[in-house]
């Protein structure tokens, strides 16, 4: 198995350590000829989009042509997770926002708000239950960085977590979402459950 870690922006070394962790190989996905390594490789594959900045990210993914090819990987099915920004990118709405994902019809069918806890105060720590109805629900630390939560989910979206009774963890598919960094933490179960998807 290998996973991909899309490293333009943001948290993505936390990633490769958590995955190392767990004795899961990783590439960092920089530009397009990377890109094209990975989907070459011949084994089960997985995407994580890290936290960071969901703009600066997307303008980077359009710099280095990596929009079309991210997006029709997951439309065919490619496991993806996304954390906080990797959320948002995720989303196939943006709160108060009229742009359109770049997953067009492969995102998630949620509607998730930007910055939900304030711009400069929304950093803070946690435990709450997450899971679904196949991983008993265990509480597991969640560190929240100017996060984003989801305020709609369509019919087919399952809801791993609620904080506070807002919607930071959901999967629908082959995608997995969460608000908080797990990654920032020593617990793996959340990437394990993300591996387990693969
Ligand atoms: N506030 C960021 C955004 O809107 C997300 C923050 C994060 O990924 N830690 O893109």
Redesign the pocket.
């Known amino acids: 198995m290998i996973i991909a870690i899309l490293a333009l922006q ?2 993505f070394a936390e990633h490769q350590q958590m995955l190392h962790k767990l004795g899961t190989d990783s590439v960092l996905i920089r530009n397009l000829p990377d890109w094209q390594d990975f989907i070459g490789r011949d084994e089960p594959k997985g995407l994580i989009i890290p ?5 600066a990210m997307k303008r980077i993914m359009r710099d280095e042509n990596l929009v079309e090819p991210i997006r029709s990987a997951i439309a065919g099915g490619l496991p993806t997770f996304g ?4 959320m ?1 990118l995720l989303s196939k709405k943006i709160e108060g926002s009229d742009a359109e994902s770049f997953l067009g019809d492969a995102a998630m069918d949620v509607v998730v708000r ?2 939900a806890y304030g711009r400069q105060l929304g950093s803070f720590y946690t435990e709450d239950s997450f899971g679904d109805d196949s991983s008993a629900e265990e509480k597991v630390p969640m560190t929240f ?4 939560f989801i305020v709609e989910v369509g019919d087919s979206v399952k809801v791993l977590a609620k904080v506070d009774g807002n919607i930071v963890a959901v999967r629908q598919g082959n995608l997995l979402a969460t608000s908080f ?1 797990p990654e920032l933490n020593d617990d793996v179960r959340v990437h394990k459950f993300f591996l387990s998807m693969i």
């Open positions: 943001g948290a936290g960071g900045e969901s703009t954390t906080c920004a990797g948002i930007r910055n960085i100017r996060a984003p960094h």
